[in-house]
């Protein structure tokens, strides 16, 4: 039976991987699926349709990004849009992604007696433990706590994060990492890749290492720009923006061998994957939010079947442990990054974690297990 399930998300949907690829899979089953969406600085359409998806975005709370405690002020405004145009929509379900979303999804259940999902991309008090004091930290465990009693099923991205959740009494509880579509990524063929590396004046015979994904305070990638310069014959690429940018371009001012592409469309992402030999992602030591990080940027590896070089850490560190598909560095200094590669550098090595890939995706990590999972999701929630 079909059934209309409202989104609703705070940011502007350019898209978001894991939002477009949850409302393929649920518009596919023949449901209906609309997005309220929150583009705080009036950047895209206030309405259109996509791929089926129909979207709706806030412009009237406007505000900007990483903005702290001032944020606090301007959320209200968000919710109070979306919870009036959620009533005309008339859902059966809200499906809110992430805790800034889900008072309004509270108030929408409650009005309109429609089924209530927790999509929970990160442990939210935790990702904001970089940006609020700890008294503000302490305030959204606390009401993410008392949201939860009134949430019909609740999706995470991070085992760990289902595993306490779980451990908190609250269910049921869904694990659906964020994972790619393999099929995506065997359509580029190498006459693409060499191509693209001609356009970058990359040697086809060079070992070219990938960033791809925000500079923000919680990603470690400066170690990773300070071993490019022990390592002259080695090529890396930057993919991404955010606040680390003025130190990103500091440390790579005078070193040939790093190719910064600025931020991409999520378009590019595949071919830009498939382009590296080796991704790196590295997330900050003793902050809080690393041990739920489940990053696009390892399920894009995967189904590019490109090995991960990364710290081993929460989720990241137990995946590419169980499928072998890359090495853990237990220090993030230049030297440390810097000799992870040089393993690398011997073919058979490299080729070898390559191969594990195909082990992960075999293994459930890739888009079409994960979409199966979300129609599972909606068919015992009804």
């Avoid at 998806?53 to 002020?73: D, N, T, V, W």
């Avoid at 379900?93 to 409650?110: F, P, T």
Wanted: proline residues 7%.
């Amino acid at each position: 039976m079909s059934r209309h399930i409202l989104m609703l998300l705070s940011n502007p949907y350019r898209p978001d991987p894991r939002v477009l690829w949850e409302a393929e899979a649920l518009i596919n089953a023949g449901h209906r699926v609309s997005l309220i969406a929150w583009d705080r600085q009036v950047e895209l359409p206030a309405h259109e349709i996509k791929g089926g998806l129909e979207i709706f975005r806030i412009h009237s709370a406007r505000s900007s990004y990483a903005a702290g405690l001032k944020q606090a002020l301007r959320v209200p405004s968000f919710w109070r849009a979306a919870d009036g145009l959620g009533r005309t929509l008339v859902p059966d379900a809200v499906h809110c992604h992430d805790l800034d979303s889900l008072y309004c999804g509270v108030q929408l259940k409650h009005q309109t007696r429609c089924r209530l999902v927790y999509d929970a991309h990160e442990n939210y008090p935790a990702l904001m433990s970089l940006q609020l004091p700890s008294v503000a930290v302490q305030f959204l465990k606390l009401l993410e706590n008392r949201l939860l009693h009134s949430v019909d099923h609740t999706i995470t991205a991070s085992r760990r994060f289902s595993v306490e959740l779980s451990a908190r009494g609250f269910s049921p509880i869904t694990a659906i990492g964020n994972y790619a579509d393999p099929e995506i990524y065997r359509e580029i063929t190498p006459g693409h890749v060499a191509t693209a590396r001609l356009e970058l004046g990359i040697p086809p015979n060079k070992l070219v290492v990938a960033y791809i994904g925000g500079f923000t305070k919680d990603r470690v990638i400066l170690p990773l720009l300070q071993a490019a310069k022990l390592l002259p014959e080695v090529h890396i690429l930057l993919a991404g923006n955010g606040p680390q940018r003025p130190e990103i371009e500091a440390c790579y001012r005078e070193t040939n061998n790093i190719h910064d592409l600025g931020w991409i469309p999520l378009e590019k992402v595949p071919l830009i994957t498939r382009l590296a030999d080796l991704v790196y992602y590295a997330l900050k030591p003793g902050y809080p939010g690393a041990e739920y990080n489940a990053p696009n940027a390892l399920g894009n590896a995967i189904a590019a079947g490109a090995p991960v070089l990364a710290n081993d850490i929460g989720d990241l560190g137990d995946t590419i442990r169980r499928y072998n598909c890359g090495l853990l560095l237990d220090e993030l200094t230049p030297q440390a990054v810097a000799g992870a590669i040089n393993r690398l550098q011997n073919p058979d090595a490299l080729q070898a974690l390559a191969a594990n890939t195909a082990l992960a995706v075999a293994g459930g990590c890739n888009t079409r297990a994960s979409q199966q999972k979300i129609l599972e999701v909606y068919d015992a929630l009804f």
